[in-house]
């Protein structure tokens, strides 16, 4: 129904930069929230970054004032923006995206199959 492709994950060295990006297509009403989450081998998925369709953004504290997100609901797209990448980045990056599929239905949560990052030190 909602498919999520994510692009833009690879290995760099830390210090660097990378930039995520990821399209939403299928059948789509509305949306609420798009983002991204990540998760390192052996840990829980965290939420790295959310924006709404309003613009509101939501930042994990551990990548403030680095990354940035951009995008929403406007064109189903999003894009994170990472600078000063560090080691503890390195993990597999998922897209979100809260979808309503039709009017009076709930909005459900979609994700995207991820994408790798990888930090060298």
């Known amino acids: 129904q909602v498919q999520l492709v994510e692009s833009g994950g690879g290995l760099v060295q830390a210090g660097g930069s990378l930039r995520l990006s990821c399209t939403a297509s299928?059948?789509?009403?509305?949306?609420?929230?798009m983002g991204w989450y990540r998760q390192a081998p052996g840990k829980q998925r965290e939420l790295v970054a959310t924006?709404?369709?309003?613009?509101?953004?939501n930042y994990a504290d551990s990548v403030k004032g680095r990354f940035t997100i951009s995008g929403g609901n406007a064109v189903n797209s999003v894009s994170l923006q990472m600078n000063s990448l560090k080691p503890e980045d390195a993990a597999a990056y998922y897209c979100?995206?809260?979808?309503?599929?039709?009017?009076?239905?709930?909005?459900?949560?979609?994700w995207g199959q991820g994408t790798q990052v990888t930090v060298s030190s």
């Open positions: 299928g059948t789509i009403f509305s949306m609420d929230t």
């Open positions: 979100y995206a809260s979808v309503k599929l039709a009017w009076g239905r709930e909005y459900d949560d979609y």
């Open positions: 924006i709404t369709t309003g613009g509101r953004t």
